[in-house]
């Protein structure tokens, strides 16, 4: 069975192409595996550049040239590379192949057409390449003729214009004429620019030894890639002249030079004068000429990238297809048609699609020395091998390389060749062994006639030993030999038959004479017979001899048991001598443990000299279980020899390593290199056997590595620049070594190796930490003088004033803090003691700037801030007297310490004046002072006019310091009253209130109840203009009233003569009026009456809408859209109260919703006046001016918090309305208030507000009668919000008790008679919320 399946698959040696399993002439089935070898390599592989050439020189030097795009700009030959680097012509072939796509990225192929002389195909049709395959004799003749080639020798070269000329006309005569290539029509092997860069693989001769591993050199000079570039062009010269040489039919020599003429090149031959078989048409090959044989490799084809060798070689022809060419041509001879060329394939594998990575590059490589062949040893010939570069996984780098030995292919035998030298072989050993076993048994021994023996009879040792061998041998061989008579009766038949059916029939149809090969066969297959009949014999007698001997065998066996045993204990004697001897002592030396591992070889050879002879006696007496334990321990022993010199061999060379440093120059010492090579010391001495761990010569040269680099680390920071004489005399009381100084020329390592510096680990690098640090510190201090030495105050004028107050620049400022902490980290230091006093002054003298900064920064915020009033303002000084006396002090000493600092200027000397800290101290308490005498002041002035504590400090000083002057004080009413923008004042100077405006725009004259002077205290004149704002809405809230309800005109010209505010508040007046009209109505029978009114609800609706679509003013449109928002939502309660059929006026759906009604009310101040109404909760209204402000959209959740928001009030509660951000809580909030005529003041809370704030917050709501909106109220810290609902409730319950006053922070304070009102909204969906 596996003859014939090798038969079948050798087959096809000859096959042209059909064949998809890799083929080759020997007796085995043969797999692309098992003929590559891999081939590995050390060093840095080639990467994937733009382009990639490859190349074989001398045939033993693989060279990769790779080029960037800058090398392959401006070559016309690498037009068509693409981005990475590849040829266009195989992506456009590979494309094709792949058809849609679908196979792996053609892109990443590589042009590799410097291995040979074949450059990368250009795109054309398969078939017509096909079809111009034919050459006409025409066209060889014009080759001989004009070419240059081998057979004119050139001589046409000087008429080249006139050879062309017949060229062009034999080719209109043919169209089949295929010129033969020219010089200038060859491709080039590189572009015109050189590479920059090269890599080359040194790949030895064949055949050398397994241990040789090649290493990539990476060549980089100009010079050494341009001599490469040179070899290469002209082993690329030589193979084109070689294949010219050859004489081929044109059209094959133009597809083996140019294949790039089509996009896969024929190589068909002609049927007339070449054999039919031939590779299949394909580009991108590799071709390489190797005496008259050409050989291909590879390539494109339509059915992928080719794993195969072909070898194209030359046929003579016979005499009458000779002189039927030379007819064909009309000549005497036609070059390449004197004989025929056949192509036969030397190595076939499959077809495959390019790889994940891409296809490889390849290429030929012939060795100069010849190699002698196999089957005539007499002869040499070139040996070729193909190499191929392909990349790994990550896929920029050519990584992976095996070898193809092409040579060695071509000289295998054929299949019936290599079973007759096979057998040939095997039936001498079988002859042999057969001969020698019989011999061995029938051989009488002496003193034992005819083979008996007795057991008291003596037996030759020898003849005893060469018995039991055989009998040995019969057990152990006999059934491999059974076997191989066997397999050599079926190979000799085999070949019997097989030389039978190559002879074939003679012409009459009978057999011939037996050919040579099959006599031959014969007479080998009786050798086989006689054999087998003496190896018969000697089975035959084995049993009657080993009973024979068999007492005298056990007896033997016996003896040598005894020999084994004494020999193994010999070994193990001398292992235990060997392991204590002085050779694993350190103490002994490298020489002498030579010498010792040298004799101690010599002994153990002579043991296994011994255990040899042992050995073969207990095989053949069947005890070799003790022999095996002591080839165990020689064994043992051996290995422990050899690890133990290669451990001798590590401690020479650390010997030597460490003598050479020894003697490196103290400014020569490089310690990092030192500690690698310690490193990699280490290293080895761990890699040894860890059979020598426990040795004393192990321990002491790890002791001597692990001192050496624990020194060195030493040595380097003792190589800082930062030691200095001081730290070296430390050093040497530390080790008590003496150290010269200063270091003498010759000081070396060897003299810091002497402070036995390993022993001093800690003390040298306290010493180096202090050296280090005292450095640093005395550079740091160094700059610190020169930085300070200009740095200088800045200075800035005061207003308008002669003052010039002092600041630092904000770089100086970060210098100083970054300083102060550098001089503390100094003081810090337990390395201080050298530079204390400079250290101290520094920490003193720049704390001072500190200080003086800090308090002169303070000192001059207060005095700005209080300058103003204590200086400027007469009132302060009337109500201070003896506050402004001392900031009269003040302000003198404060004028001259700046005139100092100005004087001086520079920061540390400035800031060191004596006395200068105790003067900045000392006003800065007395500022103090003034501070808490003015704030009481101000607090005096909240209280009479309470809207000022929702002023800022700052305007409110500028308030009070303008009070005299109500022009100023004017500029700041929008602060006090939200709605009003700004005052026209009349008088000289202007003093009297005659009109206000809104922040809208709206004006509003104070014609109905006059103009108000503005004189006497601030505080006093601003509770007058609030009081005179609402007197004057009231007023004007009467007459719009009045006007509206006698005036007889339509609302669309009512509404223009009066304030928006007053108008608004009528519509809604006139709206509660009528709907409870309606409901009295319907209590009194009326049904319709509800009905009616809602229709004349949405007539006046439309009448505002039209309206509305005419030309107005801005205030205009906005008064009328305000009075289409709310009467939309009266029109809109109307409905409801009509279709859920409400008839009585004390349904809650009525109760519950704004009702502004003119009407006179008990206990209230006017007789008559707005009220407005929610349930069972009141409020008057408080005619607060809005201005023309927006209002909202009122939806039925606006009138359920409108209904909430009043009964908290009457309830005296505050109110949280809750909600999603952005969805109006403040904004509704403000409406309400709108609604009502109240002031409301939205606090955006924050986490820097503290309980002051709040506090005067609440008194400022409490005195003025005020809502307040707390925005984000949980954004306050935990332990304000505490202490502000104390102080709210203190509020409340001041309110709740019908008082007049509150109570708050231990003061009594003046409660407004509207009380007040506080709302907060919060998002606890936010960050950083309580």
């Given at each position: 069975?596996?003859?014939?399946?090798?038969?079948?698959?050798?087959?096809?040696?000859?096959?042209?192409?059909?064949?998809?399993?890799?083929?080759?002439?020997?007796?085995?089935?043969?797999?692309?595996?098992?003929?590559?070898?891999?081939?590995?390599?050390?060093?840095?592989?080639?990467?994937?550049?733009?382009?990639?050439?490859?190349?074989?020189?001398?045939?033993?030097?693989?060279?990769?040239?790779?080029?960037?795009?800058?090398?392959?700009?401006?070559?016309?030959?690498?037009?068509?590379?693409?981005?990475?680097?590849?040829?266009?012509?195989?992506?456009?072939?590979?494309?094709?192949?792949?058809?849609?796509?679908?196979?792996?990225?053609?892109?990443?192929?590589?042009?590799?057409?410097?291995?040979?002389?074949?450059?990368?195909?250009?795109?054309?049709?398969?078939?017509?390449?096909?079809?111009?395959?034919?050459?006409?004799?025409?066209?060889?003749?014009?080759?001989?003729?004009?070419?240059?080639?081998?057979?004119?020798?050139?001589?046409?070269?000087?008429?080249?214009?006139?050879?062309?000329?017949?060229?062009?006309?034999?080719?209109?005569?043919?169209?089949?004429?295929?010129?033969?290539?020219?010089?200038?029509?060859?491709?080039?092997?590189?572009?015109?620019?050189?590479?920059?860069?090269?890599?080359?693989?040194?790949?030895?001769?064949?055949?050398?030894?397994?241990?040789?591993?090649?290493?990539?050199?990476?060549?980089?000079?100009?010079?050494?890639?341009?001599?490469?570039?040179?070899?290469?062009?002209?082993?690329?010269?030589?193979?084109?002249?070689?294949?010219?040489?050859?004489?081929?039919?044109?059209?094959?020599?133009?597809?083996?030079?140019?294949?790039?003429?089509?996009?896969?090149?024929?190589?068909?031959?002609?049927?007339?004068?070449?054999?039919?078989?031939?590779?299949?048409?394909?580009?991108?090959?590799?071709?390489?000429?190797?005496?008259?044989?050409?050989?291909?490799?590879?390539?494109?084809?339509?059915?992928?990238?080719?794993?195969?060798?072909?070898?194209?070689?030359?046929?003579?022809?016979?005499?009458?297809?000779?002189?039927?060419?030379?007819?064909?041509?009309?000549?005497?001879?036609?070059?390449?048609?004197?004989?025929?060329?056949?192509?036969?394939?030397?190595?076939?594998?499959?077809?495959?699609?390019?790889?994940?990575?891409?296809?490889?590059?390849?290429?030929?490589?012939?060795?100069?020395?010849?190699?002698?062949?196999?089957?005539?040893?007499?002869?040499?010939?070139?040996?070729?091998?193909?190499?191929?570069?392909?990349?790994?996984?990550?896929?920029?780098?050519?990584?992976?390389?095996?070898?193809?030995?092409?040579?060695?292919?071509?000289?295998?035998?054929?299949?019936?060749?290599?079973?007759?030298?096979?057998?040939?072989?095997?039936?001498?050993?079988?002859?042999?062994?057969?001969?020698?076993?019989?011999?061995?048994?029938?051989?009488?021994?002496?003193?034992?006639?005819?083979?008996?023996?007795?057991?008291?009879?003596?037996?030759?040792?020898?003849?005893?030993?060469?018995?039991?061998?055989?009998?040995?041998?019969?057990?152990?061989?006999?059934?491999?030999?059974?076997?191989?008579?066997?397999?050599?009766?079926?190979?000799?038949?085999?070949?019997?038959?097989?030389?039978?059916?190559?002879?074939?029939?003679?012409?009459?149809?009978?057999?011939?004479?037996?050919?040579?090969?099959?006599?031959?066969?014969?007479?080998?297959?009786?050798?086989?017979?006689?054999?087998?009949?003496?190896?018969?014999?000697?089975?035959?007698?084995?049993?009657?001899?080993?009973?024979?001997?068999?007492?005298?065998?056990?007896?033997?066996?016996?003896?040598?048991?005894?020999?084994?045993?004494?020999?193994?204990?010999?070994?193990?004697?001398?292992?235990?001598?060997?392991?204590?001897?002085?050779?694993?002592?350190?103490?002994?030396?490298?020489?002498?443990?030579?010498?010792?591992?040298?004799?101690?070889?010599?002994?153990?050879?002579?043991?296994?000299?011994?255990?040899?002879?042992?050995?073969?006696?207990?095989?053949?007496?069947?005890?070799?279980?003790?022999?095996?334990?002591?080839?165990?321990?020689?064994?043992?022993?051996?290995?422990?020899?050899?690890?133990?010199?290669?451990?001798?061999?590590?401690?020479?060379?650390?010997?030597?390593?460490?003598?050479?440093?020894?003697?490196?120059?103290?400014?020569?010492?490089?310690?990092?290199?030192?500690?690698?090579?310690?490193?990699?010391?280490?290293?080895?001495?761990?890699?040894?056997?860890?059979?020598?761990?426990?040795?004393p010569v192990y321990k002491s040269l790890e002791q001597s590595i692990k001192n050496f680099s624990i020194a060195l680390p030493c040595v380097g920071d003792l190589k800082v620049p930062a030691m200095r004489d001081r730290h070296w005399m430390q050093l040497a009381r530390i080790t008590e070594k003496e150290i010269p100084l200063p270091f003498p020329e010759d000081f070396a390592l060897s003299h810091l190796l002497a402070l036995q510096l390993h022993k001093f680990v800690d003390d040298v690098g306290e010493v180096v930490d202090r050296a280090v640090k005292e450095d640093k510190m005395e550079q740091q201090l160094a700059k610190l003088s020169s930085v300070w030495e200009t740095v200088e105050f800045a200075f800035e004028q005061h207003r308008d004033t002669d003052v010039m107050l002092m600041s630092m620049?904000?770089?100086?400022?970060?210098?100083?803090?970054?300083?102060?902490?550098?001089?503390?980290?100094?003081?810090?230091?337990?390395?201080?003691?050298?530079?204390?006093?400079?250290?101290?002054?520094?920490?003193?003298?720049?704390?001072?700037?500190?200080?003086?900064?800090?308090?002169?920064?303070?000192?001059?915020?207060?005095?700005?801030?209080?300058?103003?009033?204590?200086?400027?303002?007469?009132?302060?000084?009337?109500?201070?007297?003896?506050?402004?006396?001392?900031?009269?002090?003040?302000?003198?000493?404060?004028?001259?310490?700046?005139?100092?600092?100005?004087?001086?200027?520079?920061?540390?000397?400035?800031?060191?004046?004596?006395?200068?800290?105790?003067?900045?101290?000392?006003?800065?308490?007395?500022?103090?002072?003034?501070?808490?005498?003015?704030?009481?002041?101000?607090?005096?002035?909240?209280?009479?006019?309470?809207?000022?504590?929702?002023?800022?400090?700052?305007?409110?000083?500028?308030?009070?310091?303008?009070?005299?002057?109500?022009?100023?004080?004017?500029?700041?009413?929008?602060?006090?009253?939200?709605?009003?923008?700004?005052?026209?004042?009349?008088?000289?100077?202007?003093?009297?209130?005659?009109?206000?405006?809104?922040?809208?725009?709206?004006?509003?004259?104070?014609?109905?109840?006059?103009?108000?002077?503005?004189?006497?205290?601030?505080?006093?004149?601003?509770?007058?203009?609030?009081?005179?704002?609402?007197?004057?809405?009231?007023?004007?809230?009467?007459?719009?009233?009045?006007?509206?309800?006698?005036?007889?005109?339509?609302?669309?010209?009512?509404?223009?003569?009066?304030?928006?505010?007053?108008?608004?508040?009528?519509?809604?007046?006139?709206?509660?009026?009528?709907?409870?009209?309606?409901?009295?109505?319907?209590?009194?029978?009326?049904?319709?009456?509800?009905?009616?009114?809602?229709?004349?609800?949405?007539?006046?609706?439309?009448?505002?809408?039209?309206?509305?679509?005419?030309?107005?003013?801005?205030?205009?449109?906005?008064?009328?859209?305000?009075?289409?928002?709310?009467?939309?939502?009266?029109?809109?309660?109307?409905?409801?109260?009509?279709?859920?059929?409400?008839?009585?006026?004390?349904?809650?759906?009525?109760?519950?919703?704004?009702?502004?009604?003119?009407?006179?009310?008990?206990?209230?101040?006017?007789?008559?006046?707005?009220?407005?109404?929610?349930?069972?909760?009141?409020?008057?209204?408080?005619?607060?001016?809005?201005?023309?402000?927006?209002?909202?959209?009122?939806?039925?959740?606006?009138?359920?918090?409108?209904?909430?928001?009043?009964?908290?009030?009457?309830?005296?509660?505050?109110?949280?309305?809750?909600?999603?951000?952005?969805?109006?809580?403040?904004?509704?909030?403000?409406?309400?208030?709108?609604?009502?005529?109240?002031?409301?003041?939205?606090?955006?809370?924050?986490?820097?507000?503290?309980?002051?704030?709040?506090?005067?917050?609440?008194?400022?709501?409490?005195?003025?009668?005020?809502?307040?909106?707390?925005?984000?109220?949980?954004?306050?810290?935990?332990?304000?919000?505490?202490?502000?609902?104390?102080?709210?409730?203190?509020?409340?319950?001041?309110?709740?008790?019908?008082?007049?006053?509150?109570?708050?922070?231990?003061?009594?304070?003046?409660?407004?008679?509207?009380?007040?009102?506080?709302?907060?909204?919060?998002?606890?969906?936010?960050?950083?919320?309580?």
């Amino acid at each position: 069975a596996g003859v014939a399946a090798a038969a079948g698959a050798g087959g096809g040696g000859g096959g042209g192409g059909g064949s998809r399993m890799p083929v080759r002439a020997s007796p085995f089935a043969m797999h692309a595996e098992d003929v590559w070898r891999p081939l590995r390599a050390a060093g840095i592989a080639p990467s994937a550049r733009s382009r990639i050439a490859a190349t074989v020189l001398a045939g033993t030097k693989l060279v990769v040239f790779g080029f960037t795009e800058v090398d392959l700009a401006g070559d016309e030959d690498a037009e068509g590379l693409g981005e990475d680097g590849n040829d266009d012509a195989v992506d456009a072939a590979l494309a094709e192949v792949d058809g849609d796509g679908g196979g792996e990225d053609p892109a990443q192929a590589v042009d590799h057409e410097a291995g040979g002389v074949s450059p990368t195909p250009q795109p054309r049709d398969a078939e017509a390449a096909e079809g111009g395959a034919a050459a006409s004799p025409a066209a060889d003749q014009g080759h001989a003729a004009g070419d240059g080639g081998p057979q004119d020798g050139g001589a046409a070269d000087a008429s080249a214009a006139d050879e062309e000329a017949r060229r062009i006309a034999d080719a209109d005569a043919a169209d089949e004429a295929v010129p033969r290539v020219r010089d200038h029509q060859l491709p080039q092997l590189l572009p015109g620019k050189a590479p920059a860069d090269a890599w080359v693989l040194e790949l030895g001769e064949p055949g050398a030894a397994s241990s040789f591993l090649p290493t990539w050199q990476y060549v980089t000079d100009d010079a050494g890639v341009k001599a490469l570039v040179d070899e290469a062009e002209a082993t690329r010269a030589r193979q084109v002249a070689a294949l010219r040489n050859l004489d081929l039919p044109a059209h094959l020599e133009r597809s083996l030079l140019i294949p790039a003429e089509a996009r896969f090149s024929s190589l068909r031959p002609r049927s007339a004068d070449l054999e039919a078989v031939a590779p299949e048409p394909r580009g991108a090959f590799e071709t390489h000429v190797v005496g008259d044989c050409v050989y291909i490799y590879g390539g494109v084809s339509v059915d992928g990238l080719h794993d195969d060798v072909w070898r194209l070689r030359p046929v003579p022809a016979a005499a009458g297809e000779a002189a039927a060419a030379r007819r064909g041509t009309g000549g005497p001879s036609v070059p390449g048609l004197s004989h025929k060329w056949k192509w036969e394939l030397v190595y076939g594998g499959l077809a495959r699609q390019p790889g994940q990575h891409g296809p490889p590059i390849y290429a030929f490589g012939s060795s100069r020395r010849a190699a002698p062949t196999a089957l005539d040893p007499g002869v040499s010939v070139p040996h070729l091998r193909l190499f191929e570069l392909s990349r790994g996984v990550l896929g920029d780098l050519f990584d992976l390389a095996r070898v193809l030995d092409v040579s060695g292919l071509e000289r295998r035998d054929g299949f019936n060749e290599a079973v007759a030298r096979h057998a040939e072989a095997e039936l001498a050993k079988a002859d042999e062994m057969a001969r020698r076993l019989h011999v061995g048994l029938h051989k009488q021994l002496p003193g034992a006639p005819e083979g008996a023996l007795h057991d008291d009879e003596t037996v030759d040792e020898a003849s005893l030993h060469r018995v039991m061998r055989a009998l040995h041998d019969v057990r152990v061989y006999g059934d491999a030999l059974d076997f191989n008579i066997e397999q050599l009766r079926e190979a000799y038949l085999h070949l019997e038959r097989a030389a039978v059916n190559a002879a074939g029939l003679n012409a009459d149809g009978t057999a011939p004479a037996p050919s040579a090969a099959a006599m031959l066969a014969r007479k080998n297959l009786g050798k086989v017979e006689a054999a087998a009949d003496t190896w018969a014999a000697a089975k035959k007698v084995a049993p009657a001899v080993k009973k024979a001997i068999k007492h005298h065998a056990e007896a033997e066996g016996l003896q040598v048991a005894e020999r084994v045993r004494a020999l193994g204990v010999r070994v193990s004697e001398w292992r235990e001598g060997f392991r204590a001897g002085a050779v694993t002592r350190y103490e002994t030396g490298v020489n002498e443990a030579y010498v010792t591992c040298e004799a101690a070889h010599t002994e153990l050879e002579e043991l296994h000299t011994e255990y040899g002879a042992v050995l073969e006696l207990a095989e053949i007496c069947e005890n070799t279980e003790a022999a095996e334990g002591l080839r165990r321990a020689l064994d043992d022993a051996r290995a422990e020899l050899v690890v133990l010199k290669g451990l001798w061999d590590l401690a020479a060379v650390v010997e030597a390593f460490i003598a050479d440093w020894e003697e490196t120059l103290w400014t020569n010492i490089d310690t990092a290199a030192m500690e690698e090579e310690t490193k990699q010391l280490s290293k080895a001495l761990r890699g040894q056997d860890k059979r020598l761990r426990e040795m004393p010569v192990y321990k002491s040269l790890e002791q001597s590595i692990k001192n050496f680099s624990i020194a060195l680390p030493c040595v380097g920071d003792l190589k800082v620049p930062a030691m200095r004489d001081r730290h070296w005399m430390q050093l040497a009381r530390i080790t008590e070594k003496e150290i010269p100084l200063p270091f003498p020329e010759d000081f070396a390592l060897s003299h810091l190796l002497a402070l036995q510096l390993h022993k001093f680990v800690d003390d040298v690098g306290e010493v180096v930490d202090r050296a280090v640090k005292e450095d640093k510190m005395e550079q740091q201090l160094a700059k610190l003088s020169s930085v300070w030495e200009t740095v200088e105050f800045a200075f800035e004028q005061h207003r308008d004033t002669d003052v010039m107050l002092m600041s630092m620049k904000e770089e100086d400022f970060d210098a100083l803090e970054e300083n102060q902490l550098l001089v503390q980290g100094m003081m810090a230091s337990k390395y201080l003691s050298t530079f204390e006093e400079e250290v101290t002054r520094w920490q003193r003298e720049l704390s001072n700037v500190s200080d003086v900064l800090t308090t002169m920064g303070e000192v001059q915020r207060r005095w700005a801030y209080l300058e103003t009033l204590f200086i400027g303002s007469d009132e302060v000084k009337k109500e201070l007297p003896e506050d402004a006396e001392r900031f009269t002090g003040i302000d003198a000493m404060f004028k001259t310490c700046l005139a100092g600092v100005l004087e001086e200027k520079n920061a540390v000397r400035a800031s060191n004046r004596p006395g200068l800290i105790a003067d900045l101290n000392d006003m800065s308490d007395k500022l103090e002072l003034c501070e808490k005498a003015l704030a009481d002041f101000l607090e005096s002035k909240k209280r009479i006019f309470p809207r000022f504590y929702f002023v800022a400090t700052a305007m409110l000083l500028d308030i009070l310091s303008n009070g005299n002057r109500p022009n100023v004080v004017a500029q700041h009413v929008n602060t006090l009253l939200q709605g009003v923008k700004s005052l026209e004042l009349s008088g000289d100077p202007p003093s009297v209130v005659e009109a206000m405006t809104s922040n809208e725009g709206e004006v509003v004259p104070f014609s109905k109840t006059g103009s108000l002077p503005l004189k006497g205290k601030v505080e006093i004149y601003l509770n007058d203009l609030i009081t005179k704002v609402r007197d004057e809405l009231h007023t004007q809230l009467k007459l719009a009233l009045e006007d509206y309800r006698t005036g007889g005109r339509p609302r669309t010209e009512w509404l223009f003569d009066h304030v928006a505010q007053m108008v608004l508040v009528t519509t809604q007046i006139e709206w509660t009026e009528n709907t409870e009209k309606a409901f009295d109505k319907l209590a009194a029978g009326n049904a319709s009456a509800m009905k009616k009114y809602s229709d004349e609800q949405v007539e006046m609706l439309s009448g505002l809408i039209v309206l509305v679509q005419g030309k107005l003013e801005g205030l205009q449109r906005r008064k009328i859209m305000n009075m289409i928002t709310l009467e939309t939502h009266s029109r809109d309660i109307n409905v409801m109260l009509i279709n859920d059929q409400i008839t009585h006026k004390d349904n809650f759906k009525w109760a519950s919703q704004l009702k502004t009604k003119w009407l006179s009310y008990p206990d209230a101040a006017a007789p008559v006046d707005c009220h407005i109404f929610n349930c069972d909760a009141h409020f008057q209204y408080s005619y607060e001016y809005l201005g023309n402000a927006g209002r909202l959209v009122i939806t039925p959740l606006t009138d359920r918090i409108y209904t909430t928001a009043t009964q908290a009030c009457h309830l005296v509660l505050g109110c949280a309305p809750a909600g999603p951000a952005g969805t109006g809580k403040t904004e509704t909030t403000k409406d309400l208030s709108a609604q009502l005529g109240k002031a409301v003041y939205v606090i955006n809370c924050g986490p820097e507000m503290d309980y002051r704030t709040m506090g005067d917050i609440f008194k400022g709501l409490a005195s003025a009668g005020a809502w307040g909106c707390f925005d984000e109220f949980n954004r306050l810290l935990a332990e304000v919000l505490s202490v502000c609902s104390t102080q709210y409730k203190s509020v409340l319950d001041a309110i709740r008790a019908d008082s007049t006053t509150y109570r708050m922070e231990g003061v009594d304070y003046t409660l407004h008679p509207d009380g007040c009102m506080a709302f907060i909204t919060m998002n606890p969906g936010y960050l950083g919320r309580t």
